[in-house]
């Protein structure tokens, strides 16, 4: 028994306050699908509304790791996986049952996602690289995950103002047999400006 909560001892504030920004990407995500059962915007709503609950905590962990020297390779893929969660997966399921439903309109909430993995990935592998002589990483390169918070708004202001499915901003086009918003290319801007080089200072 002492073993199998030996990992859960392990976890400091810190990593607490990172599994709580997936939880409110798990929440949003569950709140997506009740507005699929029920059409009612409230939960799309509240789908959106969580999205910046998780920046705040994704903000927070960071300060209280370094605040209480806490910071660790557990907790920088505690953060990764969280995020993927509550910045990736969770706004492109929310495009999607806001109407971007169409055949070109999947491929890329697939892109957006597959975008924000990379980017992930690729700091985790480059952070020492990155880092300073105080190990403190200096700078992003490409644009962070949470960034996907820009999406989720314009999201919830559609939301609020019953612009849904083909009554989003611009509509719906025919790709050839296939349909697209063209609202859904943010997503692929937001994807591609997440795996450039453009380099960002980290606060």
Known sequence: MNRRFSMIRSFHLADWITVANACCGVGALFAAMSFLETWERSHL???????????VLDFLDGKVARWRHESSPLGRELDSLSDVISFGVAPAVI??????DGFWDRVVLV????????????????????????GKVRYFEGTPIPTSVVLVLVLAIAAWQD????QLWGGAVMVGPWELHPLVLLFALSGSL????IRIPKP
């Open 45 to 55: 709503l509240y789908a959106c509304g969580l999205i910046p609950l998780a920046l």
């Open 95 to 100: 495009a999607y049952v806001a109407g971007m």
């Open 111 to 134: 892109y957006f996602v597959a975008c924000g993995v990379s980017r992930l990935a690729r700091f985790n592998v480059t952070a020492e690289l990155l880092s300073g002589d105080d």
């Open 163 to 166: 612009r849904l499915g083909d």
């Open 194 to 197: 997440m795996i450039s080089t």
